[in-house]
């Protein structure tokens, strides 16, 4: 009986949809393995399709492609180690989570998805069928279990494995990025191991796919919990893992070990990386937006650099006669110290064209919002004119508490096919400024040092649409706003928590009278990347039509 086991860990970036460029970069991984001499290679959950496939895997002509995909691959990789990865499988009527063990040229194995998540992202109950506690695979003359993902964060599954002849745990996933998601994972895995008595493997994916962000990290347990390795967080790599067999058992030995970053650099590459992916996997080579001289466009300015290079990127300031001269100075400096293609586009003669059009229909009545909302969406317009013309994807740069309020221009500066900063609250995008300013990674496409400009993380906010304009004009201080939207939006809270916490009652009111009345404008916002619980999309659906006011 072998004393040793070897598996190779694919922590990699898959294409929803792209079946040949998946099967592709497990087979580079398998032959990774092969070279390392391993005993199994291994991929994450669902890699052959991509994860989030949502309806797309229900698909019969893609679930059965996808099936096949996976023979294939089988078949290609026959002279070496067994490869684990994960897909769609049918049996009967039924539409699985599988995670396929293949040897010898064929599958010779199928675990399939016990505990399917139907919160947050996840809508798995509607798109697959819940398979049956199984028990474990043989690789050679060694067992091993698979609890997929979410089977893992429950104990039934790894304890049947255990009890049925399991000698170690490989916990294949697609784990989407939230802040602070990295603990959780881990807590419930330690939990897995000392209830077993068996090391496990938790390998997750990497890389963006619309919203989400998989982050990678994945890591390996001891029993009792030591953390043996530990792999870097949204970066691909392949790594080797070594068990050896004792009187106790298999036990891993100590593997690769990468520390992770703080959460606010987290936060930031997960808006990096989205976009970047975003743009690549959709066939965008480059971006534009409007660089107003405030924050938020700034910070997009900067992610999107990171993201993609100066040289695809494209920033446009769009004035008025409302646009102060500090907001023309602040996003010229922003765009040179970038080093972005620079554009100075005034909107004057299309906004008197707009007004004097109007004018026999506007007469007599006081200019108000609506004047206000012209200049907005004629920005947006010439934006969109010149996305068209030039082929480059354009960018919405409001931040999650502008969204959440509806403090925005439907149409108008929410025109855009992407938002960076969609899911990060304005108080954050202040604090991201400053960190970015600060710091500079070797995964960052864009110059180091303070490339936003003091001023732009300084001055009040505001829209300047009209003469002396600033948000809280509008809007309570966005210290009070982001307090509030967190207690109403993230914590699911009541306006009796908002005054508990500190809040004045009228403007707890104020907020959730906004967040309810804009609904409509984010069932057709551009999507932003996820770096929280409750981002806007999936992790929160709501109705437009909606009388419901908390009464407390």
């Not at 997929?148 to 002849?165: K, N, P, R, S």
């Not at 900063?421 to 960190?435: E, G, H, P």
């Not at 300084?458 to 003469?467: D, N, T, W």
Request: hydrophobic share 40%.
């Amino acid at each position: 009986m072998a004393d040793s086991f070897r598996v190779t860990l694919a922590q990699l970036n898959p294409t929803v949809g792209d079946l040949a460029g998946n099967a592709a970069k497990a087979r580079d991984a398998w032959e990774q393995g092969k070279a390392a001499g391993a005993d199994l290679v291994a991929l994450p959950e669902m890699f052959i399709t991509g994860y989030n496939a949502q309806d797309l895997v229900r698909k019969p002509a893609f679930h059965i492609a996808a099936i096949e995909a996976v023979r294939a691959l089988a078949a290609d990789c026959a002279d070496g180690p067994a490869l684990a990865i994960g897909g769609p499988w049918v049996e009967g009527a039924g539409l699985y989570n599988a995670y396929f063990i293949c040897s010898g040229g064929r599958i010779v194995s199928t675990t399939l998805k016990h505990h399917l998540p139907n919160e947050t992202v996840f809508d798995e109950v509607r798109i697959f069928d819940a398979g049956p506690l199984g028990g474990p695979y043989a690789v050679g003359n060694t067992r091993i279990g698979s609890p997929i993902c979410e089977d893992a964060w429950h104990e039934d599954v790894a304890e049947t494995l255990a009890e049925t002849g399991a000698e170690f745990l490989i916990v294949p996933n697609g784990s989407p990025y939230y802040r602070g998601k990295f603990e959780t994972r881990l807590n419930h895995m330690v939990a897995r191991v000392v209830e077993t008595g068996l090391p496990l493997i938790y390998l997750n994916m990497v890389g963006g796919q619309d919203d989400q962000v998989f982050d990678g990290g994945s890591f390996v347990l001891n029993p009792h919990g030591q953390i043996m390795a530990q792999l870097p967080v949204f970066e691909e790599c392949v790594a080797h893992i070594d068990l050896e067999r004792g009187p106790d058992g298999w036990r891993a030995l100590q593997g690769p070990f990468t520390e992770h970053p703080d959460l606010m650099e987290q936060d930031y590459h997960v808006m990096v990386l989205a976009l970047r992916d975003y743009c690549r996997k959709t066939g965008f080579g480059k971006v534009l937006l409007g660089l107003s001289g405030g924050i938020d466009s700034a910070l997009v300015a900067t992610i999107a650099v990171d993201a993609l290079g100066a040289d695809n990127v494209r920033c446009v300031m769009l004035p008025s006669e409302y646009t102060s001269q500090h907001s023309l100075d602040d996003a010229e400096a922003c765009a040179k110290a970038l080093g972005v293609h620079y554009d100075f586009v005034p909107i004057a003669q299309g906004r008197a064209a707009i007004t004097a059009t109007l004018e026999p229909l506007f007469k007599g009545l006081a200019p108000d919002l609506t004047e206000e909302n012209i200049q907005s969406r004629l920005r947006g317009l010439l934006l969109m004119a010149m996305s068209n013309k030039f082929g480059e994807m354009l960018l919405t740069t409001g931040n999650k508490s502008e969204v959440a309020v509806g403090y925005a221009t439907i149409y108008g500066d929410m025109a855009g096919g992407y938002n960076p900063i969609k899911d990060m609250y304005k108080t954050r995008v202040f604090d991201c400024c400053r960190w970015r300013n600060a710091h500079h990674g070797d995964w960052m496409m864009g110059p180091a040092g303070a490339v936003i400009p003091e001023r732009i993380i300084s001055k009040p906010p505001s829209a300047e649409l009209r003469a002396d304009q600033k948000d809280s004009d509008s809007l309570p201080d966005y210290p009070v706003l982001d307090g509030i939207l967190h207690i109403l939006i993230d914590d699911d809270g009541s306006i009796e928590d908002c005054v508990a916490a500190g809040y004045d009652r009228a403007d707890a009111k104020k907020v959730e009278q906004l967040i309810y009345v804009s609904e409509y404008k984010r069932f057709q916002s551009a999507p932003g990347a996820r770096l929280s619980k409750r981002a806007f999309w999936l992790d929160r659906r709501y109705p437009i039509v909606n009388r419901w006011r908390d009464g407390s």
